[in-house]
């Protein structure tokens, strides 16, 4: 099914009354120690909406998406911004990026969507992309899968743990 993507996104910032509302109040203060940087690595922007902000706070900045109506989107969009790579991937690999190149990897409504082995598949190619002392911030919010038993629900995190370790550790 393919997403109408008339609004570009903004939509889901509307709770907030914006995105740059939600972004201020919301997220940047939640990232804000591990900015500025030299490289992100933001993986499914859609069509930018998270982008805008990101770029003010590094020298490279490569987005990757598996879709190549968002990513020729943000061609567009950020065309002017020479810092901006876009690449379009399989949705679950990050070949693209050096090994060992990214200071911060940022996704922010995304990875709510995929299956669990692709956020795994993501977890374990961040561990060889991300620099050591990299750090993160991926949004995975399934609250309401488990709001009536989240004792009896909730996935396992050890894959999450092992991801973190290798990118210290490596």
Same mark, same amino acid.
């Given at each position: 099914?393919?997403?109408?993507?008339?609004?570009?996104?903004?939509?889901?910032?509307?709770?907030?009354?914006?995105? /740059?509302?939600?972004?201020?109040?919301?997220?940047? =203060?939640?990232?804000?120690?591990?900015?500025?940087?030299?490289?992100?690595?933001?993986?499914? =922007?859609?069509?930018?909406?998270?982008?805008?902000?990101?770029?003010?706070?590094?020298? %490279?900045?490569?987005?990757?998406?598996?879709?190549?109506?968002?990513?020729?989107?943000?061609?567009?969009?950020? /065309?002017?911004?020479?810092?901006?790579?876009?690449?379009?991937?399989?949705?679950?690999?990050?070949?693209?990026?050096? %090994?060992?190149?990214?200071?911060?990897?940022?996704?922010?409504?995304?990875?709510?969507? =995929?299956?669990?082995?692709?956020? %795994?598949?993501?977890?374990?190619?961040?561990?060889?992309?991300?620099?050591?002392?990299?750090?993160?911030?991926?949004?995975?919010?399934?609250?309401?899968?488990?709001?009536?038993?989240?004792?009896?629900?909730?996935?396992?995190?050890?894959?999450?743990?092992?991801?973190?370790?290798?990118?210290?550790?490596?």
């Amino acid at each position: 099914m393919k997403y109408d993507w008339r609004e570009a996104g903004e939509e889901w910032s509307a709770p907030w009354g914006s995105s /740059a509302a939600q972004w201020a109040g919301t997220i940047f =203060p939640r990232i804000r120690d591990c900015l500025p940087t030299g490289t992100i690595l933001e993986i499914a =922007p859609g069509f930018g909406r998270w982008t805008h902000y990101l770029k003010d706070y590094c020298e %490279e900045l490569w987005i990757v998406d598996k879709s190549n109506e968002c990513i020729e989107a943000c061609r567009q969009r950020f /065309a002017a911004d020479s810092h901006v790579r876009c690449y379009v991937n399989d949705g679950r690999s990050l070949s693209m990026i050096p %090994e060992g190149s990214i200071d911060f990897v940022f996704s922010f409504d995304s990875f709510v969507h =995929p299956d669990r082995e692709i956020v %795994e598949a993501y977890l374990s190619e961040l561990g060889t992309k991300l620099k050591i002392g990299g750090k993160g911030f991926i949004h995975h919010s399934n609250f309401g899968e488990y709001v009536n038993s989240p004792r009896e629900r909730i996935p396992d995190q050890r894959h999450v743990l092992q991801f973190f370790l290798r990118a210290l550790f490596r």
